[in-house]
């Protein structure tokens, strides 16, 4: 597994510092008049979601992660733990801090694609859109479909989202899992 020099930086590149494996969200090139060009990277921590900066000089050697992905089904919950499947029945346990807030848009039999880093489950890659009913919110007007104008709303598990003002407790809703935010509200099926 051949190693990564600082010209091989870009941004969505997942590197290996001091055995943590780090993705590189952003990315600038300098090369100043005089002396080595500079590659500053913001890289965030896979294993705990910490972000620095750091510069790297064109000579600079970083060393490829030792991340593998595999796709898995949501299980259930065990205490602070969450239990995910594979197609071969081999199970991977992910703590509800490794998750964040992750955890809240998973439903039972949601397909995952589990980040593994030196054989351990570290992340997970969620559908892009999930569909929640709104368990809590004010009620809305009738006829106010102003879209712009928002108001809080809980789902499951006391997560709270921001919604437009027509969405009433009971309507199901799109989840963009990316941002945690509204995208839609999703059809009814009845």
């Known amino acids: 597994?051949?190693?990564?020099?600082?010209?091989?930086?870009?941004k969505g590149l997942?590197?290996?510092?001091?055995?943590?494996?780090?993705?590189?969200?952003?990315?600038?090139?300098?090369k100043?008049?005089?002396g080595a060009a500079i590659y500053t990277c913001r890289l965030k921590s896979l294993l705990d979601g910490n972000t620095f900066v750091r510069a790297f000089r064109s000579n600079d050697v970083l060393k490829k992660p030792d991340l593998e992905e595999r796709t898995m089904r949501f299980s259930y919950v065990e205490g602070d733990d969450y239990i995910f499947m594979n197609a071969e029945f081999e199970q991977a346990t992910i703590p509800a801090s490794v998750l964040g807030d992750s955890r809240f848009f998973l439903f039972e039999d949601c397909e995952v694609r589990?980040?593994?880093h030196n054989g351990q489950p570290v992340d997970i890659t969620l559908p892009t859109f999930v569909e929640k009913v709104i368990l809590?919110?004010?009620?809305?007007?009738?006829?106010?479909t102003a879209t712009n104008v928002l108001k809080?709303?809980?789902?499951?598990?006391g997560f709270e989202i921001h919604v437009p003002l027509f969405i009433n407790q009971g309507d199901t809703i799109k989840i963009d899992t990316r941002t945690g935010e509204y995208s839609d509200r999703a059809l009814k099926t009845r």
């Open 136 to 144: 809590e919110t004010e009620p809305g007007a009738r006829g106010n």
């Open 152 to 157: 809080a709303a809980k789902i499951n598990g």
């Open 14 to 30: 997942r590197v290996e510092i001091d055995n943590t494996p780090y993705v590189i969200t952003e990315f600038n090139f300098v």
């Open 32 to 34: 100043p008049g005089k």
């Open 1 to 10: 597994m051949a190693d990564y020099t600082a010209p091989d930086l870009r």
């Open 114 to 116: 589990v980040l593994y």
